[in-house]
Structure formats: structure tokens, C-alpha cells
């Protein structure tokens, strides 16, 4: 069992430590390898870590070119890894650069990859379980080769710590200029401002029934009185109504909000598959009838229109403003 | 410059899935079809760098017959012809998927010169295998990015942005070159009436190629159980505010 580790803002990335989970129930007390990869800077700290997570030993792949994130020569690294421990599974974490990495570690080896599974049957064939949909479907499929590549979806696992420590060992990857040819060369910063669509603790979205771009504004007022970001469905975005990084669903992004208000959104399944993580959603739409009724907890039957500005003004007035 | 978008039909689900009754398929009976939307804005990518930089676009898919439908689709907004890759209906994986997809472009560059760019989804709606993009790269020897929400291409060079915490990741890769798109790099949009007259005489060609062993099987889809709600209603109109504020308030969001 071998778990690539990648990291994000320092540290180890939640969907890998969660790698990590699933790797140890797959191995089912078999040792689990951990590989980590950079530029040495931080990493042997990092692999210090992941012994509590589960694993025996720790390759940290060290190279000056690995500061820069560069998927082929980590699937590079990964391949060889795989290879040299004979790995029956090698898991990945289910995020953009941890499924990139392994799909290109798979087409390296010529091997089958099975992205976002939530759970996986070790064995011979190995089978697994996996997202479809973004979630909306799940399927159950076989893999069938000497070795099965795949990563693990996005909290379908709870990460559990085992308390263990794990044998650190720092080696330097072989790498070829090729390897090295697809990396990130620089970097944009994000306009600041507003409250952050994936880690709001509220979200106010309006979907098609919202009618215009000037008929958001009472969405942005009442998001503005509860510190909530503003979100929208795809009907709007691709209505140019509103921007696609406010867009809410399975191309959009996923939320887990304490409160999702929808108003104006039917609830197709691919919008609902980037809110499935809300603890609370109220609906506000003119038809009871709506899919949308049978994922909220609380609805209210009207015009948005009517229904939006009534709820700001009632905060005013409790605010006494 | 040649660029070549590949799109994959789809449902057009929306609400409950509902399964056929060997559960290995979406019952698709009263579904409409379309492509993914990372697809919607490759083939807008598509379109786009042929205005600027000149040359021809052409659309792939591995689907039926009735896939004709979303390579008309392509050409309405502009894609100058396409490429057809006919099955029988049944399900291809990834991986035997891309090495059609790479034939097909070895075929096509034997006649027309090569790809500049190929553009694919970052990850096909129904299935979101995130590898396609990534082993049609490999077996040509081109490089590949992928989960591109900006790109432009200028000089030999793809400049592409990628998503990233707090800003965004630059890429540049020298052409040919792969791309895997994601939704919202661009706003596609929508085709004319005269856009979609003129595909109907856009050529297309079609092949049949043999399906391999599927090494990725799938053996079963499940529709997850998702807790159903019954949701409280708290009111009609703007008579619900009063209510509203209340449970904003009981939950501590106000
Ligand atoms: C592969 C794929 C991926 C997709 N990804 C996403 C995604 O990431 N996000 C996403 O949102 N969609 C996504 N979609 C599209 C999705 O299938 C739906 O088409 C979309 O979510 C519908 O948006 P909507 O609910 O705003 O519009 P509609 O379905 O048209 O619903 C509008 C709702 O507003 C109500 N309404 C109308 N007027 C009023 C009014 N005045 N007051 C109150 N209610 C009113 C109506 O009763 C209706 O319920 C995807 C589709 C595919 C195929
Ligand atoms: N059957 C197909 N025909 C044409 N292109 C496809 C097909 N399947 C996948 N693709 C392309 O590959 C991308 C990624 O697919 P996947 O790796 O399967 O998630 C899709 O967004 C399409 O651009």
C-alpha cells in the first residue's frame, strides 16, 4: 500500500490525511508507505507527521526543481516508488493535483485509474466504489490490473489518526528535463475582497427564477446583512448574469455552509452536488412542487421577489435600523 | 492554427436519477442530451483561437449515433467539421476512450498536417474520469495541463491559469500542446439560427473503432440514498419574513 501525500498552505492537505484513513483500513495491518514529495524545505516535518496517520515509513522525495508544483515529475516519482515497493494500490487524495498526478502516473505505467472512490475492496481484482456526477451517483467497477491506481473523494472518509510513528527516509528522485517541461511557472494573486463562496458560513444564491442581473439585487442585499457570500446556479452564469466563481454545483464550487438559502433554484441534482455539505437549506421558491422541497429543511411557497426584500426588511427592523 | 476539441454525450439529468433495471445504466427515457459543461466552454475555446489566430477547429466524439446531435451542436457555434467515432451505445472507460481519441488524431494528422491544440474536458460530466486529457498527452508526447480556467496562446507558447489557494497558478508549455478545460474559462455562446443551418452541411466523419477489454468495469451504478427531507414550510409570500428572521436567528446566523 502506497498513499501519495501532497500538501497545501504548508502543511498536509485534509483529502490526503483522509488518503491516508483509507489506506490503512485497505491494508488491514499490512505497512503503508507514505510518499511526499517537494524540495526538502519543510517535508521531513511534514513525514514526522504522517506516522499518526497511519504510515510505517515515509519516502520524502527531495529535488531543488520540486518547489515548483510539477505534475509529470511526481507522477514520475510515484511510478517509480510503486514499482520499486511492488504496490498493489496506490492512493491518491481526490483533489485537482492529486487526481492530476495519479492519472499521470497511471498513463505512465500503463495502468487503469479510478478517480474520487469512497470506498475500495482490496482483493484480486481490487474493486471500488466511486463518484459519478460529482456525487449524485455512485459506481461500483473493477479494476482490473497487477497494480490499482486511484484516489479517494473528497470527505468520504473520516481521517483518523492511528498514533503510530513512522521511519522517515529522504532520497532524490530521478528526473529527466522532460519530466519537468509541464510546471508552475508563476503565479497570479487573487482579487481580495468579499466573503469566500467555499468557506462561508452562509451562502444567499439565486438561481434562474431570480430573472435578470439586476434582479440579484436583493439577493446581494440580504447576503449583505448576513455577512453571507452571494452564489448562483449554472442557468445564471451561463445567462451572464452573474460570474462562473459564484456559480454553486458539480462545475462550480462546493460548499458547506451553516445555512444555504436558494431562492429562485429548482435543485437538479448537479446543483445540489456542491451543497450537500450545508447544514441547513431553505428553499424560497413559487413552486411547491420544486425537486429542491425534498433537499431542505425549510421552505417558504412565493415570489422572490417579494419574499427577499420582506426578510432584509424584517432584519432592519429587528436591528432597528 | 489547428485545434481539435473532443465533447462526450451525456444525459441532460436533473433531478432524481433514476436507473434502468439492471442498474448499469441511467435510465435515459425521458431525457434530453447534451455535453458537459467544461466541454460548452472547450469547444467556446475552440472557436475562439481559431478567430483569433486563424485555421480550423474540428470536434470529436466516441458516442451512438445519435452523437451527431452534439458534434451539430459544436459546429453551430462555429466548429468547421468533425470527426465522428461511432459505437454501439455501450460504455467505453477512459482509458480504452483515449487511445480511440489518439488514433483518431494520428489518422487525422496524417492527412491535415498536426494539432496545434487539444482541448478536452477537465473531467466528462457523467463518468468525471480526470484522465482522458492526461493519456492522450502521454501516448502523443505532448505536454498536458490540466483544470485550465485561463488561457491564451501566443509565440509557440500556452500561457494557462489554473485555480490555486489564494491566486492562481501559471503554466506555459510549448505547442502542440493538451489542455484540459474547466468551466468558466470562458462564457460560450450561444448558436445562431443561421450558426446552425450551416452545420447541418458540415462534414463529418465517421468510423467505427473495435472496443478493447475495459479494465476500469463498471459493474453496478447506485443512486446514493441522500437523506429525503420534508422540508418545513415556513410560510407564503413576503408574510414568511417574520418567520424567516426567527429561524436565522434560533440557528445564530443574523
Ligand atoms: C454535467 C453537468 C454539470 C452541471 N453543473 C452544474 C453546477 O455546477 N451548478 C448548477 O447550478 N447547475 C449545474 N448544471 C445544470 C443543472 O442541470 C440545471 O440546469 C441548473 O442547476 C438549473 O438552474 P436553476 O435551478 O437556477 O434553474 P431552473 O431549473 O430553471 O429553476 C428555476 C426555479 O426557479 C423557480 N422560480 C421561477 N421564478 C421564481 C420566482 N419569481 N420566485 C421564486 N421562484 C421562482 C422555478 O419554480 C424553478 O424551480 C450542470 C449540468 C450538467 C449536465
Ligand atoms: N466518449 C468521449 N468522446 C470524446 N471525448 C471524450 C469522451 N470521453 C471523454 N472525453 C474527453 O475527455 C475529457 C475528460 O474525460 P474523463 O477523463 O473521462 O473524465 C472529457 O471532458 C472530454 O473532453
Redesign the interface.
Known amino acids: 500500500m502506497l498513499v501519495l501525500v501532497t500538501t ?2 504548508g502543511g498536509i492537505d485534509k483529502v490526503s490525511l483522509q488518503a491516508m484513513t483509507l489506506g490503512s483500513t485497505v491494508a488491514a495491518g499490512g505497512p503503508v508507505h507514505a510518499l511526499l514529495i517537494g524540495d526538502g524545505s519543510d517535508d521531513q516535518s511534514l513525514a514526522a507527521e504522517l506516522g499518526e496517520w497511519g504510515a510505517a515509513q515515509v519516502h520524502v522525495a527531495s529535488h531543488p526543481a520540486l518547489a515548483a ?1 510539477a ?2 515529475a511526481m507522477a514520475r516519482i510515484v511510478d517509480d516508488l510503486a514499482v520499486s515497493l511492488d504496490a498493489d494500490v496506490v492512493v491518491g487524495a481526490g483533489t ?1 493535483a492529486g ?2 498526478v495519479m ?2 502516473a ?3 505505467a500503463g ?6 472512490c469512497t470506498a475500495v475492496n482490496p482483493g484480486s481484482p481490487v ?1 471500488v ?1 466511486r ?15 497487477g497494480r490499482a491506481m486511484l ?1 479517494v473523494a473528497p470527505h468520504a472518509v473520516t481521517a483518523t489518526p492511528t498514533g503510530g510513528t513512522a521511519v522517515v527516509e529522504v532520497f532524490t528522485p530521478q528526473l529527466d528535463d522532460a519530466d519537468l ?10 482579487a481580495t475582497g468579499g466573503v469566500s463562496l467555499a468557506e462561508a ?2 451562502v444567499v444564491t439565486g438561481g434562474r427564477g431570480v430573472g435578470s442581473a439586476a434582479g440579484f439585487a436583493p439577493v446581494v442585499d440580504l447576503a449583505g446583512l ?1 455577512g453571507a457570500a452571494v452564489g448562483c446556479s ?1 442557468a445564471v ?2 445567462s ?1 448574469w452573474r ?3 459564484e ?1 454553486v454545483g ?3 464550487t462546493k460548499i458547506a455552509p ?2 444555504y438559502v436558494a431562492a429562485g433554484v ?5 446543483h445540489m452536488a456542491g451543497c ?1 455539505g450545508a447544514k ?4 424560497i421558491n413559487k413552486d ?1 412542487e420544486a ?1 429542491i ?11 422572490l421577489h ?2 427577499l ?3 432584509s ?3 432592519r427592523r ?1 436591528r432597528g435600523a | 492554427m489547428r485545434v481539435l476539441v473532443c465533447v462526450k454525450r451525456v444525459p441532460a439529468v436533473a433531478g432524481r436519477i433514476t436507473l434502468t433495471e439492471d442498474g448499469r445504466a441511467i435510465d435515459i427515457r425521458y431525457l434530453g442530451f447534451a455535453i458537459g459543461p467544461h466541454e460548452e466552454c472547450a469547444v467556446e475555446q475552440a472557436v475562439r483561437l481559431v478567430e483569433e489566430h486563424g485555421g480550423e477547429s474540428v470536434v470529436l466524439t466516441l458516442g451512438p449515433a445519435e452523437a451527431v446531435e452534439q458534434l451539430r451542436d459544436a459546429m453551430a457555434i462555429g466548429v468547421s467539421r468533425a470527426i465522428h467515432l461511432v459505437t454501439g451505445g455501450e460504455e467505453w472507460d477512459p482509458e480504452s476512450t483515449a487511445s480511440a481519441i489518439v488514433d483518431a488524431i494520428r489518422e487525422d494528422e496524417a492527412g491535415s498536417g498536426p494539432f496545434d491544440v487539444l482541448l478536452l474536458g477537465n473531467e466528462a460530466g457523467d463518468t468525471g474520469g480526470y484522465q482522458v486529457a492526461v493519456r492522450v498527452g502521454r501516448a502523443l508526447g505532448r505536454p498536458v495541463v490540466t483544470g485550465v480556467k485561463g488561457m491564451a496562446v501566443a509565440d509557440g507558447v500556452v500561457r494557462s491559469e489554473q485555480e490555486a489557494e489564494g491566486g492562481r497558478d501559471v503554466y506555459e508549455i510549448p505547442l502542440p500542446a493538451v489542455v484540459g478545460v474547466l468551466e468558466g474559462i470562458n462564457l460560450p455562446r450561444y448558436p445562431s439560427v443561421p450558426g446552425r443551418i450551416r452545420a447541418r452541411s458540415k462534414p463529418v466523419a465517421a468510423s467505427s473503432p473495435a472496443r478493447p477489454d475495459q479494465r476500469l468495469e463498471m459493474v453496478r451504478l447506485v443512486v446514493p440514498e441522500g437523506a429525503v427531507k420534508q422540508a418545513a414550510i415556513l410560510g407564503t409570500g413576503a408574510s414568511a419574513a417574520a418567520a424567516v428572521v426567527d429561524m436565522f436567528d434560533s440557528i445564530g446566523v443574523l
Open positions: 497545501a498552505d508544483f505534475p509529470d485537482e487526481n492530476t492519472a499521470r497511471a498513463a505512465r495502468l487503469p485509474f479510478a478517480a474520487n474493486t466504489t463518484l459519478r456526477w460529482g456525487g449524485s451517483l455512485l459506481e461500483e467497477a473493477v479494476i482490473h490490473a484516489t517541461a509541464v510546471r508552475v511557472v508563476g503565479r497570479v494573486p487573487a458560513r452562509v448576513l449554472r452564469t451561463i451572464g460570474p462562473h466563481t456559480q458539480q462545475t462550480g451553516d445555512l429548482s435543485g437538479a441534482t448537479q450537500s441547513r437549506v431553505l428553499a411547491a425537486p422541497m425534498s433537499a431542505a429543511d425549510y421552505a417558504v411557497i412565493g415570489d417579494e419574499v426584500p420582506a426578510i426588511a424584517e432584519i429587528r
